[in-house]
C-alpha cells in the first residue's frame, strides 16, 4: 500500500481524487482535505468516483446517496472487505454484552 500523487491505481493504494480515473472504487474518503478519511469506512462499503468539475468530485455511495467533495481530497482505491457483515447474526442481547457494547443498568436511567 503507498499514498501518493503518483502512484498506480491499485487496491489499497492512497492517492487525491485528482489523479484518480473517474469510475474508480474507492473507500476512506476525505469530506475536507487533510481533515482524515470519514466517508466509506465500515465493513462492505464504498463509493464510485462519478465526475470531476470545477474543483469537486461527485461520489455515489453504495446506499444510493450522491455527494460533492474536494478534489484535493485523499481516497483508498478498492472496497472495504466483508460486505456480509451486516448479515451477522447476534442471537441474544447477552452476546452483545460479551462484545463491549451492552449497556450497563446506570445508562438505561
Known amino acids: 500500500m503507498i499514498s501518493g500523487d503518483r502512484v498506480d491505481v491499485k487496491p489499497g493504494n492512497a492517492m487525491r481524487l485528482a489523479a484518480m480515473p473517474v469510475g ?6 476525505e469530506m475536507k482535505p487533510a481533515k482524515g478519511g470519514q466517508i466509506a469506512r465500515s465493513a462492505g462499503t464504498y463509493a464510485q468516483y462519478l465526475w470531476a468539475r ?8 453504495n446506499s444510493g446517496e450522491v455527494r460533492r467533495v474536494q478534489l484535493e481530497c485523499m481516497a483508498t482505491v478498492g472496497a472495504v472487505s466483508n460486505p ?3 448479515n451477522e447474526v447476534i442471537g441474544k442481547a447477552g452476546r452483545n454484552v460479551w462484545k463491549g457494547s451492552g449497556r450497563t443498568c446506570a445508562e438505561r436511567r
Open 84 to 86: 456480509d457483515h451486516m
Open 24 to 29: 474508480t472504487i474507492v473507500h476512506n474518503v
Open 54 to 61: 470545477r474543483g469537486y468530485a461527485m461520489l455515489r455511495l
